[in-house]
Each structure stands twice: as C-alpha cells, then as structure tokens.
C-alpha cells in the first residue's frame, strides 16, 4: 500500500515537471523564433505575423472544441459554463482584443530593434504597471509593502536599462507602448470579466478572443495596405514573401498554438506555487537561451539586475497569492510559502487557478494575471 502510495506521488511530481518544463521550454521556444522571423529578409511583418498566429490560433481552437469540448470547461461543464452573449462579446471580450492585438504588434516590432534578453528585463516591469492601472481602476487596495516591492523592481529594472550595451530608443519606446497596452489589457480583462464573475479557462478565452482578434487586425493590415510604401511594413505582405516562408511560418504558428495548450494543462495540472517558480525559471531560461543560443551579450549590470528582478518578483507574487501569510512580515511568509505545510491552502488556489483565468491574479508575470507564458496569457505571440 506505502509503496503504491509512493508511486502515485512518482507520477504526479514527473506529470507537474514535465507539464512545467513543456510550457517553460514552448515560451523561450516562440520568443526566439518570432525574434528570428523579425530580422530583415525574412519577415519583419509584425500586424501580419500576428495576424497569422490569430488565423491559425481559432482554427486549431474550433477543431480541438468540436474533438475535445471537455477541454473548454467554461463552455461546456454545467458548474463552470458561462452565457455567451452580444454583451459579453461587445464590452467584455471586444475591448479586451483591441489592447491585445495592438500589444502582440507592438511587442513583436520591438524584435526588430533589441535583444530578447533585454526586452524580457523590461517586461518584468509589468507588474509595476498593472498594479498603479489597478488602483486607478479601484481593483487594488494601496499597501506601503506593496509600494516597497515594487519600487525595488523599478530600480533592478533601471539597472538592466543602464546595462544595455546596444540601447535603441525606438526599441525602448515601441516595447514601452506595447507594455502600457498589455498593462491596461490586464486591467481592462479583470474589470470586465473577472469582476463580473466571467473566468474563463485558457483555452475558452483563446477561442473567444482570437476571431475577434483576427478581425480587428484584418481591417488594420488591409487599410496599411492602401497608405503606400510608407506602410508596407504594418500590410500584409505579398504573396511571393508569404509562399517562400510558408513552412517556417506555419511551424511558428503552432509553436504559438501549443504554448496555449502547454499553459491551459499546467495550469490544471500545478498548484499556485509551482506556477510561481515556473514563470521565474521560464523568464531565466528565456535570457539564457538569448545569451547561450542567440548570442546576445548581456552586461553585468543586467545580469545583477534582472537577478534582483526576478527575486523581487517572486516576494510579489508570492505575497499576492498567499496574503495571510505575509502579514508578520516578507521574511516569515516566504518562509510559510515555501516550507511550511501549505496543502489545503494549496490545493483550493490551485483549483481557482484552474478555473479564474483572466484575473490580475492568477500568473507571475501580472501577479497578477495571468495571468496570461499570458496570456494567453494565453501568454500569446509576443511571449
């Protein structure tokens, strides 16, 4: 019996790392590839290439529905199944895919100008913005601790600015824009969803943002196409481009797919905490990979910078998953979250993880948010 018992432990700690290590190595994987589609020659169409990845994003979705509807809980399980209406689609998910498309563009255009390495320093930031959108929009209650953690990541983070050794301020500024929309995405997705008790699991939010996502930048790349050369770049490309790259293309398309799947399955399959550290080994092994594979050169500033980040990052997101803990002080919660005996608390995070997708709190980087890897986020194209 004690031995069947430790067996079963075996398989759920080997399915929770493998679920983990898929959806850590599936996030650097389409950070690096998009990063290799945006360098001139080969296709630096950012609103196309995210138009593709939307095309193929509610293809894959409908077919996994029709095959899988259990896999879309919030559509189909009587418990968790929430009506979709015009309103719903108009004031919810509409508002919610603007911000989206224009933060998945934005942040693919700034491939073109910085390194992986350090545009994912910059993302970190994010949380610094979510929460000052998120008081302005009465969704966080003000904390002097809160401030204290966060004003830490700004500083780590204006560390890894100053330790930029090829700083393009275009870049700088386009992947500053996209963050301010993918900020107030976040936002914008717990005032009008999760506030209204619409949590939909990944993969539901996938299907139902991704057409509408597709539309809005359909209409973009086609008016781009008719504002002459100066835009060719936010059109769709010609054909002849789009033919000779179809297979790589296509392969950076599902690379962006199953991200969705790998975080939807981690997500039911991992408890708060584990989700916690994955996001800060998948932001490590995103810089890593940059430095290792791409040969991106990354300061020593940056390297002591993003280090203190991602320290300071996981107190944050660890404080906003666990507040009770941290009541005595960070020290005693980290503490708690990490050693002591958890398991109930554990398990019921686990099971709203699994089910809220969509609020500010449910992923590290939007400690959030995903709270969307999001996403998606879904985490999405710009990963």
Not at 84 to 111: C, E, H, M, T, W
Request: glycine residues 6%; charged residues 15%; contains cysteine.
């Amino acid at each position: 019996m004690l031995a069947l018992e430790r067996l079963s432990r075996l398989r759920e700690t080997a399915t929770i790392t493998g679920c983990g290590l898929l959806y850590i190595c599936t996030s650097a994987c389409l950070i690096s590839f998009n990063k290799y589609l945006m360098k001139e020659g080969r296709f630096p169409f950012a609103p196309a290439l995210v138009l593709l990845h939307t095309t193929v994003g509610t293809s894959l979705s409908g077919l996994l529905y029709v095959l899988r509807p259990s896999w879309f809980p919030s559509l189909t399980d009587p418990r968790q199944k929430i009506t979709i209406d015009r309103g719903l689609i108009l004031k919810g998910v509409a508002p919610i895919a603007v911000f989206f498309s224009v933060q998945l563009v934005l942040s693919n255009s700034a491939y073109m100008h910085l390194s992986v390495a350090f545009l994912q320093m910059m993302k970190e930031a994010n949380i610094v913005l979510v929460y000052f959108f998120s008081l302005l929009a009465a969704l966080e209650i003000f904390s002097w601790r809160h401030l204290w953690i966060l004003c830490c990541v700004m500083l780590a983070t204006m560390l890894t600015i100053h330790g930029e050794l090829h700083f393009s301020l275009k870049g700088f500024v386009i992947q500053s824009i996209g963050q301010v929309f993918e900020s107030c995405r976040i936002v914008l997705q717990a005032a009008l969803l999760s506030g209204a008790g619409r949590n939909f699991d990944p993969l539901t939010y996938q299907l139902l943002v991704s057409p509408v996502c597709f539309l809005g930048l359909a209409f973009f790349v086609g008016i781009a196409g008719f504002a002459g050369e100066s835009m060719h770049k936010l059109a769709f490309p010609p054909i002849s481009i789009v033919v000779d790259w179809w297979p790589v293309l296509l392969a950076n398309c599902v690379v962006a797919f199953s991200l969705n799947l790998a975080i939807a399955l981690f997500m039911k399959k991992s408890s708060a905490v584990s989700f916690v550290l994955a996001g800060i080994f998948k932001d490590c092994s995103i810089v890593l990979v940059s430095a290792v594979f791409i040969h991106e050169e990354v300061s020593k500033a940056q390297a002591l910078g993003f280090s203190a980040q991602l320290c300071f990052i996981l107190v944050w997101s660890l404080m906003k998953k666990f507040p009770k803990d941290f009541d005595e002080g960070i020290i005693q919660g980290f503490t708690r979250v990490l050693i002591g005996s958890l398991s109930d608390q554990k398990a019921a995070i686990k099971q709203k993880d699994s089910e809220n997708y969509g609020a500010t709190d449910s992923v590290p980087e939007l400690a959030c948010v995903q709270k969307s890897e999001k996403a998606l986020e879904p985490e999405c194209t710009n990963r």
